[in-house]
């Protein structure tokens, strides 16, 4: 596609509920970052995929998130029992390959509420 | 101290002034610097791209680089209502890449 695509665009769901957030990269992209942005704290890395491996997890923060990426494209991250602390703007960002040296493009994120 | 530091604002310029938006870091490590613009309810939108020290200028924006004080800033000339929006810095050095940002500066262009 043209840019990076995030579904679902909001996402509301009860405390303890396990969610899935898609991102589909830019074609031919083979760099895929997920990073959550709430209030108060930025924006912050959770993980990083090159092609289908995901050499840095470090930016979990805690075993209740998961990634995965298939066919070097569409990533998901899951998130199991769902905590009120979870609640932010889960965004995607894709580049041409995972060196530093290209610059990363955004989805829209997906908006995530715990009640 | 946390790796980057930005001013959230709000600032507030009327149209047509100059605006300045500036951003330091701690890592020296960083070689890649970013400006991106978030308008309410989007995502990040990548405006300057820059690589070590130096100065680079896309239409009525300038992105500066000085690794020797480890500080970044971008200037937005001739601003417009339109410029309105959350700006944050980016960066890495790392070999994969992923961003450091900033918690950004909120801008408000006033007709």
């Known amino acids: 596609g043209a840019g990076v695509s995030q579904s679902p665009s909001n996402k509301v769901t009860e405390k303890g509920k396990d969610v899935e957030l898609r991102c589909d990269p830019i074609?031919?992209?083979?760099?895929l970052y997920w990073y959550r942005q709430s209030l108060g704290q930025g924006l912050e890395f959770l993980i990083y995929?090159?092609?289908?491996?995901?050499?840095?997890k470090s930016g979990l923060p805690s075993d209740r998130f998961s990634a995965e990426r298939t066919g070097g494209s569409v990533s998901t991250l899951t998130i199991q029992r769902t905590q009120q602390e979870d609640s932010a703007v889960y965004l995607c960002?894709?580049?041409?390959?995972?060196?530093?040296?290209?610059?990363?493009?955004f989805g829209d994120g997906t908006r995530l509420s715990i009640l | 101290q946390k790796e980057v530091e930005q001013d959230p604002g709000p600032l507030s310029v009327p149209e047509g002034a100059i605006v300045s938006l500036n951003c330091t870091y701690s890592?020296?490590?960083?070689?890649?610097f970013m400006w991106y613009r978030q308008y309410s309810r989007k995502g990040p939108e990548l405006l300057m791209y820059?690589?070590?020290?130096g100065n680079k200028e896309d239409g009525r924006f300038t992105a500066q680089v000085d690794k020797s004080s480890k500080y970044i800033s971008l200037f937005i000339r001739d601003s417009q209502p339109s410029d309105s929006a959350t700006y944050l810095c980016?960066?890495?050095?790392?070999?994969?890449?992923?961003?450091?940002f900033g918690k950004g500066t909120k801008l408000s262009v006033k007709p």
């Open positions: 995929f090159q092609g289908n491996s995901a050499p840095d």
């Open positions: 890592n020296s490590a960083f070689q890649y």
């Open positions: 074609s031919g992209h083979t760099a």
């Open positions: 960002a894709s580049s041409r390959e995972g060196s530093g040296n290209q610059p990363q493009h």
């Open positions: 980016a960066m890495s050095g790392g070999s994969q890449g992923n961003l450091i």
């Open positions: 820059t690589y070590s020290s």
